[in-house]
Antibody, heavy 116, light 106 residues
Framework: EVQLVQSGAEVKKPGESLKISCKGS????????IGWVRQMPGKGLEWMGIIYPGESDTRYSPSFQGQVTISADKSISTAYLQWNSLKASDTAMYYC?????????WGKGTTVTVSS | DIQMTQSPSTLSASVGDRVTITCRASQSVSSLLAWYQQKPGKAPKLLIYKASSLESGVPSRFSGSGSGTEFTLTISSLQPDDFATYYCQQYNSYSTFGQGTRLEIK
């Protein structure tokens, strides 16, 4: 079964760093792009960016460029989304999903709460 | 950025109804458009890609059409499981989602 398993919920303070993960299984992890999508509380979906784990080729939405870092470790079939300094406005659900642009397999999401 | 606008924002319908949701792009996205269904507390689910291609396992009552700047998602006969929020997504230039259409029971 193709699946993406995301890391657990996080509660952080403003200014802290964070790295959340997304582990793929049941398919060739290095052959498909992985994307990240944000959903703020009660709001819609926002495409953040994608990575091709086979080559670490990364593309960012202009809205998220410089705000987050997307990376991957192909040796353990895992993609990451990272913040260096969290803000309260980063509070959201973050989904990883397989696909370069349209996304056919989704993780269950990681809730990130940033509060002082 | 390409802006995607869905209409209506909320749609009330009954089981058995035929419903259509529209998605308009601020500039042409060719046929590079997908539709997703999302239920509360769940991840989105891909329904349609490349404007009209049905994802494997998705019931045939779902269909998509359009190209360029105007697209539609049609559900031919609503089932109880279909009440959810629907999003369009363009992937011609980076990617952007529409704001969503909430389909509720009348």
């Amino acid at each position: 079964e193709v699946q993406l398993v995301q890391s657990g919920a996080e509660v952080k303070k403003p200014g802290e760093s964070l790295k959340i993960s997304c582990k793929g299984s049941g398919y060739s992890f290095t052959s498909y792009w992985i994307g990240w999508v944000r959903q703020m509380p009660g709001k819609g979906l926002e495409w953040m960016g994608i990575i091709y784990p086979g080559e670490s080729d990364t593309r960012y939405s202009p809205s998220f460029q410089g705000q987050v870092t997307i990376s991957a470790d192909k040796s353990i079939s895992t993609a990451y989304l990272q913040w260096n300094s969290l803000k309260a406005s980063d509070t959201a659900m973050y989904y990883c999903a397989r696909g370069s642009y349209y996304m056919d397999v989704w993780g269950k999401g990681t809730t990130v709460t940033v509060s002082s | 950025d390409i802006q995607m606008t869905q209409s209506p924002s909320t749609l009330s319908a009954s089981v058995g109804d035929r419903v259509t949701i529209t998605c308009r792009a601020s500039q042409s996205v060719s046929s590079l458009l997908a539709w997703y269904q999302q239920k509360p507390g769940k991840a989105p689910k891909l329904l349609i890609y490349k404007a009209s291609s049905l994802e494997s396992g998705v019931p045939s009552r779902f269909s998509g059409s359009g190209s360029g700047t105007e697209f539609t998602l049609t559900i031919s006969s609503l089932q109880p499981d279909d009440f959810a929020t629907y999003y369009c997504q363009q992937y011609n230039s980076y990617s952007t989602f529409g704001q969503g259409t909430r389909l509720e029971i009348k």
